[in-house]
Each structure stands twice: as C-alpha cells, then as structure tokens.
C-alpha cells in the first residue's frame, strides 16, 4: 500500500505557474505509474497527465499540452506537475494517484488507479 500526499495548490493569477508535488510513503513507489488528475465542479475527473513506473513515457490531456509538465524523482518518492501559462480554466481540486497496472503506457482513466491523495487546491484568477 502506498500514501500520497500532494502539496503545492494555491491561487495564481491568469498566465502564472504552480508546481505541484506528490509524495508517496513506501519503498514500492518506483514501481506504479502515476497520474495527475483534477476535478472541477459540475464537471468529470480528467486525468491532465500521467508517467510510467519508469518516467520514460508520459500522457497529457490535449488541454494541457504544452502548457503541463509531469515528472518523477524516484529516489525522493515524488512525482511532480508543473503547470505554465494557467488559466481560468485549469482551476480544480488536483489529486495524484499511483496505480499496479503493468501497461507500457502510464494510464490515462481513473479506474486504472489504485491509490489516491487527498487534493490539492489550484484556483487561476483572471
């Protein structure tokens, strides 16, 4: 089992960055993927990017291309989201999540995930 922790949310104006960062407890924590998700109200979790156990391939929402930056220090138990060029649209409660699936490819839907923080608030003030 693992437990994540995610510490970094706030509130930014239009344009701004925020770094995001995940801590995970355990000695496994280099063997799930993990996955940045975020929910807005009203509306559906979207995973906006995720990372394989092996930090080597990577998934991002078209919403966030470019703009979002997922990565991982498996040796300090942490996987980070950097987040450039905010916008009003990007505020949501965001959560991390680590997940046993044994895919290449990092997952990109919730159901694929095994683990979850709590959330960490980002709201972008325009």
């Known amino acids: 089992q693992v437990q994540l922790v995610e510490s970094g949310g706030g509130l930014v104006q239009v344009g701004g960055s925020l770094r995001l960062s995940c801590a995970a407890s355990?000695?496994?924590?280099?063997?799930?993927?993990m996955g940045w998700f975020r929910q807005a109200p009203g509306k559906e979790r979207e995973c906006v990017g995720s990372i394989s156990w092996t930090g080597t391939t990577s998934y991002y929402a078209d919403s966030v291309k470019g703009r979002f930056t997922i990565s991982r220090d498996n040796a300090k138990n942490t996987v980070y989201l950097q987040m450039n060029r905010l916008e009003v649209a990007d505020t949501a409660v965001y959560s991390c999540?680590?997940?046993?699936?044994?895919?290449?490819?990092?997952?990109?839907?919730?159901?694929?995930?095994?683990?979850w923080g709590q959330g960490t608030q980002v709201t972008v003030s325009s």
């Open positions: 999540a680590a997940g046993t699936s044994r895919s290449r490819n990092p997952p990109s839907i919730y159901t694929a995930y095994n683990y």
């Open positions: 355990g000695r496994t924590f280099s063997s799930y993927h």
